[in-house]
């Protein structure tokens, strides 16, 4: 009898045990799935078109463009750059364009490369959250703003041509593409981008993750491979680059 009671006890330890690490599990993994399903949830709910925009660049683009032809046809200047080519800098017309526009960026990420595996409830309790890369969400030059300086020089001064109206358009077709690229450029290795897609992040799930039953969220956002929202010990938060 002794012999059958002990066994029952130690059967019932072990269920014990067993039962209290599989509560002890859920208990870890119940908050984290809750932290995932609300993060992913505001953030789709911010960004209906699945990017989620969290800051602007305010630019200035110059593009310039330079073009020459030549008054005569094509078969008689290949001849006299052979026979005579001092006489083609008479016969070279020359148009330049420089265009000059303030523009706004808008940037941020898809919402679609956030998953659930990026985000983190750490052991002192700070939502960790990896962000997508940043990215260029659209380009709006300020064309009530454009600047246009136009110059002619040789036989284009004189006899009427179709080059430099097409150099205009030319220039001012292209300085989109520069904003582009500057926008670019400033998010691949400027800090105040990440620093403010974190905040608004921060600012952004506060409230929600509070309602959800988190006391007093902290983050630790990462944004790229450079920069960091860490929690200090006193409670507030710093950006640190990595």
Do not use: C
């Not at 509560?23 to 505001?42: D, E, I, S």
């Not at 969290?54 to 200047?77: E, K, M, Q």
């Not at 940037?107 to 990215?135: C, H, K, N, S």
């Amino acid at each position: 009898m002794a012999l059958r009671t002990r066994t029952v006890f130690g059967i019932g330890a072990i269920v014990g045990v067993v039962l209290a690490a599989a509560v002890g599990l859920w208990w870890v993994q119940q908050p984290t799935a809750t932290v995932r399903r609300t993060v992913l949830t505001t953030v789709q709910e911010e960004a209906p078109a699945s990017f989620l925009v969290t800051g602007t660049l305010d630019l200035h683009a110059t593009v310039r463009i330079d073009s020459s032809a030549y008054a005569t046809p094509d078969w008689l200047t290949v001849v006299l750059s052979q026979a005579q080519p001092s006489v083609l800098s008479y016969l070279e017309g020359r148009a330049r364009t420089e265009v000059a526009v303030p523009g706004r960026v808008s940037y941020g990420f898809d919402v679609r490369a956030l998953t659930p595996e990026m985000i983190q409830v750490a052991d002192d309790g700070v939502v960790e959250v990896d962000v997508p890369p940043l990215d260029i969400h659209s380009i709006e030059p300020s064309l009530s703003k454009l600047r246009v300086q136009s110059s002619t020089e040789g036989w284009m001064r004189v006899f009427a041509s179709e080059v430099p109206a097409a150099v205009r358009r030319r220039a001012i077709s292209e300085v989109r593409e520069a904003l582009r690229k500057q926008a670019q450029a400033r998010l691949d290795s400027a800090a105040q981008p990440r620093v403010n897609t974190a905040r608004a992040l921060k600012k952004m799930l506060a409230s929600p993750l509070t309602a959800a039953g988190l006391d007093e969220p902290r983050f630790r956002i990462r944004v790229g491979e450079h920069l960091s929202l860490t929690p200090e010990a006193t409670e507030r938060e710093t950006f640190r680059t990595n």
